[in-house]
């Protein structure tokens, strides 16, 4: 299967247009038409409908695997060129946000650091496809076990920081005054779905053996600030690295006493650090 067939489809069925997607690849409407006719008679089906342009029953087969294939192709550029280059004096590191604790931003080189706050999944891909030297990904875990990532690329993993979980809550919820709190005893309460700033619902509801944790209301940004005064407020409850929930202004953090998790930060990188990248890692790990 030739990837750049398969790019052409991925773009077209993402845009639900031949027209538009021919204009962001640069190719002419007539290019991506023949790319997508060679593609589906490689494969022997139909991928899309014409009028409306939408991807058949084996067309979203192959959107399954399409974005898992294609992450594999830009990582294992991304490796041989890391392999050949120069190492640059400056740093790219993505994170999560609450990945971003003190101990992380005071070990950072004084200059040349570019920092870029992305959504959990992205974390590893962007190390991965060589956007980010390094990456911070964060999330609930048993004590000393390493966090599930997707499988984007053979990535290099470090545990660099464990905390406690607590629920943030307002400081007049009935629960506030608890020493503890068990997660399968909220499990009705109204909770805040905040994928990017905190911890994902999905995790929390795994985290919990299952249980409704249906959202009252969804934040579909990265700035956990807004995310601990929406919880202040009153719009619901949300889980948090104690680091973090502590101290927020009209909210209480209550520690979580059942399951036994904690909130796991994990430094990504691929292939050996070089430069600027090394010395971070030796920083958070004390490698050599």
């Avoid at 398969?6 to 038409?33: I, W």
């Avoid at 030297?133 to 660099?160: C, E, K, N």
């Avoid at 929930?245 to 994990?266: C, F, N, Q, W, Y």
Wanted: glycine share 10%; proline share 9%.
């Amino acid at each position: 299967m030739d990837p750049h067939l398969l790019r052409t489809y991925v773009t077209v069925a993402r845009l639900a247009s031949f027209s538009e997607a021919a204009r962001e690849l640069g190719y002419t409407q007539s290019a991506v038409s023949q790319h997508i006719a060679a593609l589906e008679q490689d494969l022997g089906a139909p991928l899309l409908t014409r009028r409306p342009v939408l991807p058949t029953a084996a067309g979203d087969r192959l959107l399954e695997h399409a974005g898992p294939l294609l992450l594999r192709l830009d990582a294992a550029r991304a490796d041989v060129v890391r392999m050949a280059a120069v190492p640059e004096q400056g740093l790219t590191l993505a994170a999560t946000p609450t990945a971003l604790h003190p101990h992380v931003l005071a070990a950072l080189p004084g200059a040349g650091v570019t920092l870029r706050v992305l959504a959990r999944d992205s974390v590893p891909a962007a190390v991965a496809t060589g956007a980010a030297d390094l990456g911070l990904v964060d999330g609930p875990a048993a004590p000393s076990d390493p966090l599930r990532l997707p499988d984007v690329a053979p990535l290099t993993a470090h545990g660099v920081g464990e905390d406690t979980l607590a629920v943030l809550l307002p400081a007049a919820h009935p629960l506030a005054r608890r020493p503890g709190l068990r997660l399968g005893d909220l499990a009705d309460a109204r909770w805040l779905d905040a994928p990017d700033a905190g911890l994902p619902l999905g995790l929390v509801r795994a985290a919990a053996g299952g249980g409704a944790f249906r959202p009252a209301l969804r934040y579909d940004g990265t700035d956990v600030r807004v995310l601990t005064a929406l919880a202040a407020a009153g719009h619901g409850l949300t889980l948090l690295p104690r680091a973090v929930a502590d101290g927020v202004p009209g909210a209480v953090a209550v520690p979580l006493t059942e399951p036994r998790i904690v909130h796991r930060t994990e430094l990504l990188y691929a292939g050996a650090p070089r430069g600027a990248a090394a010395v971070l890692v030796e920083r958070l790990t004390g490698r050599d």
